[in-house]
């Protein structure tokens, strides 16, 4: 059993496998005792489980397990886990000397008590991002305190991180490289260098760039021209992480597509990592997920607080049918599909880019219960 463990496991379909043995002889201790055998429950982990990871987000509320029913769903239906906050710098590295690894140890923990993997969010990003980093003006001093960002947290957990997001949201929604402090300082070979020194620490790791907007034919033209700068300095980039914060009429399918086989064509792994599909009205059109952008709250950007109209219900199921087509389709090019939040309650879109609104953008309800949606998917065939 440990030979499967330690094997470097590309697809879930080896925990299926380990789980299968782990079946069997629950099966023939089962025969012995004459207790009769639960059937195992259909789960959308483990309807996928030959196709690509099955993942959501976990809010520090969740890594302590701190609501049973919750918990036992987490464990359910989900076999990747990534970390919604805490392993943010301001979180895991909340000054130059310290860091703090109490929730980031607890989210690895929980994972391996319920074989899942974990997905590491994330290494470098603009936003959430340590004060002290801010205030490096030298090129030598960030590259100093980048390694040593970079090594103690991959480092700490080396060999048990399925995949990094090393580079967070780095392209502007005009293609160009974000002005961030770390452009400022070091011009565009920022880039390499980090996907250099994440590779050092954890050469197994798959390492990726994480982005919204995705499928926009300009910010699309211009991660795929910083990927190949990142390629063309030498440096190791295995993926591309789409986030997925979409609509339900947008993006459309064929640009979803044409985006997943574009990443894809520059040699790389393509995951779904942050999915939500937003059924409120968009303030100010708002589009991506820039939480720069606020907007306030009113009666027509919040229609929906005692219930989502049938309608509706009906549009969402159906989106998330047609989406989750499209993986099964590019399944050789899909590596992961992650859900940002567990239940409708939990998710980011109640409080973006209006605050205190009711939305409903996940597959199961504010009382854990599965949507219309989970049966879609789960009837899909492959
Ligand atoms: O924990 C504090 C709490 O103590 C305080 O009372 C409360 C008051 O507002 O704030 C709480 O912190 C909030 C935190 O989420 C936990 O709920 C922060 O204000 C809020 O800014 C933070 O938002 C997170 C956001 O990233 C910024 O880090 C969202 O939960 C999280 O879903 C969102 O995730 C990002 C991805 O990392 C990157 N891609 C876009 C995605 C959505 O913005």
Known sequence: MDILLNLSIKKPALMKIKNLLILSLAFLAACKSSVPLETEPITIKGKFANNFYLGTALSLKQINELDSIQSALIAREFNAYTAENVMKSMHIHP?????????????????????????????LWHSQLSKFFEEIKDSTEMVAALTNHIYTIAGRYKGRTLSWDVVNEAVEGDGSLRKSVFL?????????????????????????????????????????????????????????????????????????????LAYSALGLKVA?????????????NVEGADISQKAEIDILNNPYTAGLPESLVAAQTQRYKDIFELFLKHQDKISRVTFWGVNDGDSWKNNFPAKSRTNYPLLFDRNNKPKLAYDAILSLKD
């Not at 000397?97 to 319920?114: G, H, P, Q």
């Not at 779904?272 to 100010?284: M, Q, S, W």
């Open 95 to 123: 000054s130059k000397d310290t860091f703090n690894f109490a929730a980031s140890d607890r989210l690895f923990d929980l994972a391996k008590k319920n074989n899942a993997v974990v997905h590491g969010h994330n290494l």
């Open 272 to 284: 779904i990592t942050e999915l939500d599909i937003d059924v409120l009205p968009r303030p100010k």
């Open 184 to 260: 400022e300082v070091m011009g565009a070979g920022y880039l390499p260098i980090v996907f250099k020194l994440a590779a050092a620490v954890d050469p197994k790791a798959d390492l990726y760039y994480n982005d919204y907007s995705m499928t926009v034919p300009v910010k699309k033209a211009g991660v795929i021209e910083m990927v190949k700068n990142i390629q063309a300095a030498g440096a190791k980039i295995d993926g591309i992480g789409m986030q997925g914060h979409w609509h339900l009429d947008s993006p459309t399918i064929e640009e979803i597509e044409t985006s997943i």
